[in-house]
T-cell receptor
Framework: GENVGLHLPTLSVQEGDNSIINCAYS??????FIWYKQESGKGPQFIID?????DKRQGQRVTVLLNKTVKHLSLQIAATQPGDSAVYFC????????????FGKGTMLLVSP | DAGVTQSPTHLIKTRGQQVTLRCSPK?????VSWYQQALGQGPQFIFQ???????QRGNFPDRFSGHQFPNYSSELNVNALLLGDSALYLC????????????FGDGTRLSIL
C-alpha cells in the first residue's frame, strides 16, 4: 500500500514501552476530538474520542488527555505492540450543526520487537 | 455489518479527464463526507452530504462536485483533472443525529499522469 507517513514526525519505541503522541488543535470552538490510526493502504480507523467537558478518557490500552487551555491533545498507548505501528491523527470538530473533521498533521509510530 | 466501502480502489487518469468515485456508507448511517489525503498529509475536507444535499464544503474548487442518492450512497466527481489532484480520496459516514465519530473507508487512490 502507499506510504502515508512520508515527511511526518516519527516516534520510535520498543515493544512493551508506553507511547505518547501529541497534537495541537487550532479551533478554540471545537468541542469534540477524535484519534484515528491509519495503517499503510487503509483508511483512518477510530481509536478513541473525547468531548470538551472531559479532560481524560480511557479505553483499552489507550488514554486521551485534553488540555483546552493550551489547545493540546495527547494519546497514550500502554504496552505498545508491533501492531500499533501506524500513522496517528488527531481530529477536531464541533458537535452542533453539520460536523466536519479538521485533522492534525499526524505522527508515525514505529514499534520495534 | 459492512463498513464504509469505496470503489474503485485504484484509478489512473490523465490531465483534463473526468473521474467519478463511489462510496457506500456504513449500514445505518445517513451522512457522507469526502476527504482528500495527499501523501504524507492529513485528510482535507471536501464536502458533506445529508438528505441528498451538500451541507458543508471545504476549500475546493467547483471542479469537485458530488451527489448523494436516496439509499445514502454517494459519488464524488472531479472534472478537468490536474496533476495536483493525485491523492487518496476518502469517504466517511456518520449518523446525523448521533454524536459519534465518522467511520472511514479505505479510499480510492487516484493517480493523474
Amino acid at each position: 500500500g502507499e506510504n502515508v507517513g512520508l515527511h511526518l514526525p516519527t516516534l520510535s519505541v520498543q515493544e512493551g514501552d508506553n507511547s505518547i503522541i501529541n497534537c495541537a488543535y487550532s479551533n478554540s470552538a471545537s468541542d469534540y476530538f477524535i484519534w484515528y490510526k491509519q495503517e499503510s493502504g487503509k483508511g483512518p480507523q477510530f481509536i478513541i474520542d473525547i468531548r470538551s467537558n472531559m479532560d481524560k478518557r480511557q479505553g483499552q490500552r489507550v488514554t486521551v488527555l485534553l488540555n483546552k487551555t493550551v489547545k493540546h491533545l495527547s494519546l497514550q498507548i500502554a504496552a505498545t505492540q508491533p501492531g500499533d505501528s501506524a500513522v496517528y491523527f488527531c481530529a477536531e470538530t464541533r458537535l452542533s450543526g453539520y460536523s466536519t473533521l479538521t485533522f492534525g498533521k499526524g505522527t508515525m509510530l514505529l514499534v520495534s520487537p | 455489518d459492512a463498513g464504509v466501502t469505496q470503489s474503485p480502489t485504484h484509478l489512473i487518469k490523465t490531465r483534463g479527464q473526468q473521474v467519478t468515485l463511489r462510496c457506500s456508507p456504513k449500514s445505518g448511517h445517513d451522512t457522507v463526507s469526502w476527504y482528500q489525503q495527499a501523501l504524507g498529509q492529513g485528510p482535507q475536507f471536501i464536502f458533506q452530504y445529508y438528505e441528498e444535499e451538500e451541507r458543508q464544503r471545504g476549500n475546493f474548487p467547483d471542479r469537485f462536485s458530488g451527489h448523494q442518492f436516496p439509499n445514502y450512497s454517494s459519488e464524488l466527481n472531479v472534472n478537468a483533472l490536474l496533476l495536483g489532484d493525485s491523492a487518496l480520496y476518502l469517504c466517511a459516514s456518520s449518523l446525523r443525529d448521533r454524536n459519534q465519530p465518522q467511520h472511514f473507508g479505505d479510499g480510492t487512490r487516484l493517480s493523474i499522469l
